[in-house]
Antibody
Framework: QVQLVQSGAEVRKPGASVTVSCKAS????????IYWVRQAPGQGLEWMGW????????NYAQKFQGRVTMTRDTSISAAYMELRGLRSDDTALYFC???????????WGQGTLVTVSS | NFMLTQPHSVSESPGQTVTISCTRS????????VHWYQQRPGSAPTTVIY?????PSGVPDRFSGSIDSSSNSASLTISGLKTEDEADYYC?????????FGGGTKLTVL
């Protein structure tokens, strides 16, 4: 069965960086895009961008351009999302999701809580 | 780019039917698929409707989706409401480059 397992919770100070990992199993990793979506406490879902695991090509939401980098390691079927210049309003639950080929998240990771606090 | 607007909250009694709307701000609702997610507190979203009106395996047929070009909106309808349906629901579409999410609707079953 398809599974996306994310790394554990992180705490960072303002200005720092964080990298969240998403390890895929149960399907051909290079066959589907990986999306990154975040959810601030009590708020809705916010799309951050996607990565094409085959080519490594990316597309970032305008809001995050310059601060986010999405990468992948096909040898271990993992995707990564690095967010830099953290601020308190980056405190959120970060999800990875696998595309379905219809541009929606068919399968989701369990989420990684990133807390930004001085 | 366009936005998807959902009501902030809806409530209905067990056994009744509720419809959650998702209105597209510009461009035709029919030009890109609309998908719907259910999210319970503390959990990841799960898909309840994809490609406007298709149900993933395991989702009961009490859940249905539709689009209405006249109102430029998509709808998620849940019939025979159960207390377990209480959750947040999000619509989502694609603008050719980005995924676009609605703001979410909190469904209360009381």
């Amino acid at each position: 069965q398809v599974q996306l397992v994310q790394s554990g919770a992180e705490v960072r100070k303002p200005g720092a960086s964080v990298t969240v990992s998403c390890k895929a199993s149960g399907y051909t990793f290079t066959g589907y895009y990986i999306y990154w979506v975040r959810q601030a406490p009590g708020q809705g879902l916010e799309w951050m961008g996607w990565i094409n695991p085959t080519s490594g090509g990316t597309n970032y939401a305008q809001k995050f351009q310059g601060r986010v980098t999405m990468t992948r390691d096909t040898s271990i079927s993992a995707a990564y999302m690095e967010l830099r210049g953290l601020r308190s309003d980056d405190t959120a639950l970060y999800f990875c999701a696998r595309d379905s080929s219809s541009f929606y998240g068919e399968y989701w990771g369990q989420g990684t809580l990133v807390t930004v606090s001085s | 780019n366009f936005m998807l607007t959902q009501p902030h909250s809806v409530s209905e009694s067990p056994g009744q039917t509720v419809t959650i709307s998702c209105t597209r701000s510009s461009g035709s609702i029919a030009s890109d698929f609309v998908h719907w997610y259910q999210q319970r507190p503390g959990s990841a979203p799960t898909t309840v409707i994809y490609e406007d009106n298709r149900r993933p395996s395991g989702v009961p047929d009490r859940f249905s989706g539709s689009i209405d070009s006249s109102s430029n909106s998509a709808s998620l309808t849940i019939s025979g409401l159960k207390t377990e349906d209480e959750a947040d629901y999000y619509c989502q579409s694609y603008d050719g480059t980005n995924l676009v999410f609605g703001g979410g609707t909190k469904l209360t079953v009381l």
